[in-house]
């Protein structure tokens, strides 16, 4: 199977690293025109020129709606349309039930989940007939982890609404899909613990992966490109696992 997205305007949110920026540079390698967000301009800047001539960085938290309007405001101005969204900035933190601030609630469900809603929504004017939409969720959507509550909640609800907006969305022929990676060696992974103790956070959710490893970036960026293509043209509504199995025993 050949993916192939020559003339294809793709954004990318969170693009700046981890699986963001590695699905910028998949998506550009297969003949996309790549727009990436984050919200620090230094690590934009360094995506930008990592990715190549194909990427253009635009400084926006997805969780403020002004910057988003900023964002579409750009790209209909220098592309006029939108095939492919991967909305994927998001991440979290950790603490128990018994712990859980309004804080921390807010925070992660104001990027996660509203955040996503509006990059979502505030994009259908720019979205082409036949678009991909991808969601990037987690293999937490399903499952329980101890201290991840918020996080996981937040994803089972982007989960959901790959579901929801496949109905929403299908009298223009737009697929929604999510992708829920299991542990992948991100920034964001590693930045759960503290330094020293990231190197037993690896080994551990290595472990737990029938794979026995965790999954690079690049094996996800490689699936995004797949559900942005026609060779993923019936695939709609549905949550594709990237988790070396964790998620499926
Ligand atoms: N790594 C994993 O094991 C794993 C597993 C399942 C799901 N995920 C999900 O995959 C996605 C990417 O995570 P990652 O592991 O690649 O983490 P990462 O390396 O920390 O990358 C996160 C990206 O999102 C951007 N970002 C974060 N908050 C943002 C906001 N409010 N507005 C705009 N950009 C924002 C970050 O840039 P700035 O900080 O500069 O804004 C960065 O570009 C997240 O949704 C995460 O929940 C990750």
């Known amino acids: 199977m050949t993916v192939q997205l020559n003339g294809k305007i ?32 230094k690590e934009l800047d360094e995506a930008v020129l990592a990715i190549g001539p194909a990427a253009t960085g635009i400084r926006a938290d997805v969780s403020v709606n002004s910057d988003l309007d ?11 349309k939108l095939d492919i969204l991967f909305a994927n900035a998001g991440g979290g933190d950790m603490l128990p ?5 309004a804080e921390h609630v807010d925070r ?16 259908l004017p720019l979205l082409t007939e036949g678009a991909s939409i991808i969601l990037t969720s987690s293999t937490t959507s399903i499952k329980g982890t101890p201290n991840f509550s918020v996080y996981s909640a937040s994803k089972a609800a982007v989960r959901n609404f790959a579901r929801s907006w496949a109905l929403d969305l299908k009298d223009r022929g737009i697929r929604v899909n999510a992708i829920s990676p299991g542990p992948i060696r991100t920034p964001g ?10 190197q037993g956070l690896f080994d551990y959710l290595a472990s737990q992966v029938p794979l026995g490893r965790l999954g690079e970036p690049k094996e996800v960026g490689e699936v995004v490109s797949f559900l942005a293509s026609d060779a993923a043209s019936f695939i709609n509504g549905t949550e594709l696992f990237v988790d070396g199995g964790q998620a499926q025993i």
């Open 10 to 41: 793709a954004l990318v949110t969170g693009g700046s690293t981890g699986i963001g920026l590695a699905a910028a540079k998949d998506l550009a390698s297969k003949g996309a025109r790549v727009f990436i967000t984050g919200r620090r301009q």
């Open 70 to 80: 900023q964002l579409y405001a750009q790209i209909s101005k220098a592309a006029g």
């Open 97 to 101: 039930l018994g712990a859980i601030t």
């Open 108 to 123: 992660i469900f104001g990027t996660n989940v509203r955040g996503l809603l509006f990059t979502v929504q505030k994009a």
């Open 189 to 198: 992974l590693g930045g759960l613990v503290p330094e020293d103790a990231q």
